[in-house]
């Protein structure tokens, strides 16, 4: 792409058509903002200067984008009172100057198509200057093209304008070739439309008429088939922007099922792109894979289980568990109802049973941890076995503290193990123990008091206890 190139990215509109307190740009889709979405094919096309007309006060899409693309250069521009597309366009003229003193072309694409890609955009502007084009319309074949606006040709077949819904007649509406609302100009020929651009009887300036200038004052103009007809897809309302993540899911579904992927009912399975997911793995329904995740081959993943930006190595099982930002490793078998959180290593064969949380801790392999367990800030060696209802206290009200457990360990159920605290390789404690001292190797650490039977107590008490 050349370095005198822009992109304009039209975010201005606010949230009132999705009922939103933030901009409609802002919704997501496949947990990746629209507007973000958008600009990560513009700057993976090769763009180097990209600016955001945002909406006015606006600080969701500043920061969005400030934060998750914070090397490539992305400025914005607010639009104080949204005027029509053109409109939007006009805030940019400064950028758009400095483009044009460079003999550059300007690419303007609205923030709410989160299916144009790259090589759309890259493709458009090849013919764009192989055909020394002032202007040129992607545009796509669609079923059903109500409420986009409609590509004119003559009978030459040669572009002659768009015609906008509102404006258009019975035999117009017909037409299914329709713009997707992105465009290139040469950046010199929009500058001065833009400057001399008559509003419409509302006030707004809109970019086709723009385009019915230019072309009438002799500017040349083309279109560009868009390979795929989602390229145009869009949301002005809840319903579509459900419709968004349903085409997205299924689409990244359909990849995984080609790719030796076992998904058997599609039924709540949602997998974000850039997932990873190795051959005849399966994954059941109600189970969602996000982020940066990447799953090895055989595993079985719910149902009923979020994985979130995790490796879950080859042959584990995961079943009913929510894993964020951790590692499970080969052969583990982990659920129901379990919660691994932040930066937590499950290693392999490990056996996580029901209700059991794992925070911060390292496990070893064939290590147990049967149900009812909270093993967080622990370093645990392997074939350590867990009792029900063991803790590891690891905060102190200011501090936490880390526990270390050694191999072949027995913990015996409902032992509280105060941190900072060592139990030594081949020791055992006691059930029922609170253990607040290091518990030396091939030791047992019992912490409880003797117990004391009263004979004949309940007796003795019969009138004070009776019902």
């Given at each position: 792409m050349s370095r005198n190139g822009l992109a304009i990215i039209m975010a201005g509109a606010t949230g009132t058509l999705l009922k939103s307190g933030m901009p409609s740009v802002m919704a997501e889709v496949m947990g990746k903002p629209l507007v973000g979405c958008v600009a990560s094919s513009v700057v993976s096309s090769g763009i180097k200067k990209i600016v955001t007309v945002v909406p006015a006060k606006d600080n969701y899409i500043k920061n969005y984008l400030a934060k998750t693309f914070p090397e490539n250069n992305i400025d914005t521009v607010e639009q104080e009172t949204p005027l029509g597309t053109a409109h939007a366009v006009m805030q940019a003229l400064p950028y758009i100057e400095e483009i044009a003193k460079e003999d550059g072309h300007v690419l303007i694409l609205n923030g709410d198509t989160p299916f144009l890609d790259a090589n759309t955009i890259h493709g458009a502007f090849t013919h764009h200057l192989a055909s020394h084009n002032d202007i040129t319309v992607i545009t796509a074949i669609v079923g059903k093209p109500f409420g986009y606006g409609r590509i004119i040709r003559n009978t030459s077949r040669d572009f002659v304008g768009i015609i906008e819904e509102q404006d258009a007649d019975s035999d117009v509406k017909r037409i299914n070739e329709i713009s997707s609302g992105t465009f290139w100009f040469k950046a010199s020929k929009l500058r001065d439309i833009l400057n001399q651009l008559p509003p419409r009887a509302n006030g707004h300036y809109n970019l086709v008429d723009a385009v019915s200038i230019l072309i009438e004052l002799g500017a040349k103009a083309d279109t560009f088939f868009a390979p795929r007809s989602d390229i145009i897809l869009g949301a002005n309302n809840r319903l579509q922007l459900m419709e968004l993540n349903t085409y997205a899911k299924m689409q990244e579904i359909e990849f995984h099922l080609s790719a030796g992927v076992n998904i058997p009912y599609a039924d709540g399975v949602i997998i974000e792109p850039g997932v990873e997911i190795g051959i005849d793995t399966q994954i059941l329904p109600n189970t969602i894979i996000k982020g940066n995740s990447k799953i090895g081959k055989n595993c079985v993943i719910g149902p009923n289980s979020i994985i979130s930006d995790s490796i879950i190595e080859d042959n584990a099982k995961l079943n009913n568990v929510q894993?964020?930002?951790?590692?499970?490793?080969?052969?583990?078998?982990?659920g129901p109802f379990v919660h691994i959180r932040p930066n937590s290593v499950v290693g392999d064969n490990v056996h996580l049973g029901n209700f059991v949380e794992v925070k911060n801790s390292k496990i070893d392999e064939g290590t147990k941890v049967s149900h009812l367990t909270y093993v967080g800030d622990a370093d645990v060696g392997k074939r350590v076995n867990f009792g029900c209802g063991t803790v590891t206290v690891n905060y102190d009200g200011r501090n936490k503290h880390?526990?270390?457990?050694?191999?072949?360990?027995?913990?015996g159920c409902n032992t509280n193990l105060i941190a900072?605290?060592?139990?030594?390789?081949?020791?055992?404690?006691?059930?029922?123990?609170?253990?607040?001292?290091?518990?030396?190797?091939?030791?047992?650490?019992?912490?409880?008091a003797k117990q004391v039977n009263k004979i004949g107590w309940r007796i003795a008490n019969k009138d004070k206890y009776s019902k």
């Open positions: 894993c964020y930002q951790s590692t499970v490793k080969n052969g583990a078998d982990i880390r526990t270390v457990i050694g191999d072949d360990v027995f913990i900072p605290v060592t139990v030594g390789d081949g020791a055992y404690t006691a059930a029922g123990s609170t253990i607040t001292e290091d518990v030396p190797e091939d030791s047992l650490g019992i912490a409880r």
